[in-house]
């Protein structure tokens, strides 16, 4: 069954900002701007051609509601899920994602627990890009090992954008990327 | 670009435009500067009798009369409770060309 997303209240409360990190991670970029109150983003796909969100800069306009169903609903499409599943991963603020790279740099580790604060390079959207997370016990030794042997890592995690940084957490089933030299 | 569509049989032209009275919600629809996409109010006239709206033939098919269009972007609020009568010019007809205008105009970011 399709459900279109319409709760007026629902679709208020989500920021733009939220989008836009959507947006990033699931690998549109923005275009050009359109007049003076959107952002025109797209998404090529290889077999159905490109695709088009208008994202409006602020919550404060008379069309926003109207216009961020229309972009859930043309996500829904893109990826082949529910709007309400969309719109629930939006509410959340992380977005699911694999994330595939390398261990860039290991932050000095916490004293007092075997953990501590690892940079990752990995592809987010379309583009390399630095993410910040905090791996503990295994997953930390395992990212300490993959940085000594400069070994790619692959791991599942909840990315969102704090302070302008991209943030993995939650991260989990953190391995090492064995497909990479195939 | 999004369209009010509104029509009338009513005798509304004069001179030089069509005066409509238009429902306060719509005007206000209409009205207020900050939308993502621009609204325009389009107006059909139409002939009194339904029997002459269309005609139909090999040679054409001919609808009668024909749509003006405004913006009433940033017109002022009103104390009115039911409808609010705007003008629209004659020489704003509804047409292909101007149809093609007003999208060229937007692509090239100005306002309508």
Redesign the interface.
Known sequence: MNVTVRDVECLKSLEPKQLQVYLKAHGWYEDR??????MIWLKQDEQRGEFEI?L?LTT?????VT?IGEAIETLAVVESRSQVEILSELLSGGQTITLQGVVMHINTPNSDTLSGQVTLLGVVGDKLRKIKTKLTGYDYILAVKAYQERCPIICLGELSKENGSFVLKNVRDLMFDESWDH | M?LQLKSTSRDVLDDNQLRYPLKIKNYN?LR?P?????RILVVLVLPENLTDWLQHSEEELCMRYCAYWISLRGMPDTKNTATVTVSLPRSHQFTVSALQSMMQR?SQ?V?L
């Open positions: 701007p359109f007049l003076d109150n959107a208008l409006p404060n306009l008379g069309d926003y216009r | 999004e629809d207020l900050d939308f993502v996409i621009p937007l970011g306002l």
